[in-house]
């Protein structure tokens, strides 16, 4: 069973449209969730992180948490042709070994 | 602050010849350094981890006599691909732990084996 899971895309959405990237994960013991844009052939970029259940905003983006369901999300409001990228979920328990999932390609159509 | 630098950004060598990429932690410690590779379209792989003073730890499959990964100083982390072939290029990226900010990742290096 693979430690996380995402929706692999690609996900289209229109310009100024609401995108919405989902990330499941099998460790219950996880406690610190990150996501991560990268744009091709560049490396990954920290958009945001969460640790605790609830709803995190920072601007356009909300990181949302549910430990119970073992679920974290992230959502793009607004959505600009500049947020097309993969965005790749990542988990961690000890803070030491992170566990990614295979990321969600996105594409936001003008 | 957590910032890891990474050189080259881009390489291009022979078939059979060996290239070093190396990565820095400019602004802080880094104990742990994860090495992955990631083909186009694909996902980051782990490739091995590597612990200052000891020797690294490779994922199933990575042969660890052909990427050969030094991590000699808290600052400093070596991976060199050893008689590279064509099916050796790829992008490889480093990244370490940096404590809330999660994993800082280098800008990725870009190996091209012709």
């Known amino acids: 069973q693979k430690e996380v899971e995402q929706n692999s895309g690609p996900l289209s959405v229109p310009e100024g449209a609401i995108a919405s990237l989902n990330c499941t994960y099998s460790?219950?013991?996880?406690?610190?969730f990150f996501w991560y844009r990268q744009y091709s052939g560049k490396s990954p970029e920290l958009i945001m992180s969460?640790?605790?259940?609830g709803d995190k905003e920072d601007g356009r983006f909300t990181a949302q948490l549910n430990k119970a369901s073992q679920y974290v999300s992230l959502l793009i409001r607004d959505s600009q042709p500049s947020d097309s990228a993969t965005y790749l979920c990542?988990?961690?328990?000890?803070?030491?070994?992170?566990?990614f999932g295979t990321g969600t390609s996105l594409t936001v159509i003008p | 602050g957590a910032v890891v630098s990474q050189h080259p950004s881009w390489v291009i060598c022979k078939s059979g010849t060996s290239v070093k990429i190396e990565c820095r932690s400019l602004?802080?410690?880094?104990?742990?350094m994860f090495w992955y590779r990631q083909f186009p379209k694909q996902s980051l792989m782990l490739m091995a981890t590597?612990?200052?003073?000891?020797?690294?730890?490779?994922e199933q499959g990575v042969e660890k006599d052909k990427f050969l990964i030094n991590h000699a100083s808290l600052t400093l982390s070596t991976l060199t691909v050893t008689s590279a072939h064509p099916e050796d290029s790829s992008f490889y990226i480093c990244s370490a732990p940096a404590l809330q900010k999660g994993y800082t990742f280098g800008s990725g290096t870009r190996l091209t084996v012709v």
């Open positions: 990542a988990v961690t328990n000890t803070g030491n070994q992170f566990y």
């Open positions: 590597s612990n200052e003073g000891s020797k690294a730890t490779y």
């Open positions: 602004d802080f410690q880094a104990t742990t």
């Open positions: 969460i640790y605790s259940n």
């Open positions: 460790d219950r013991v996880s406690q610190s």
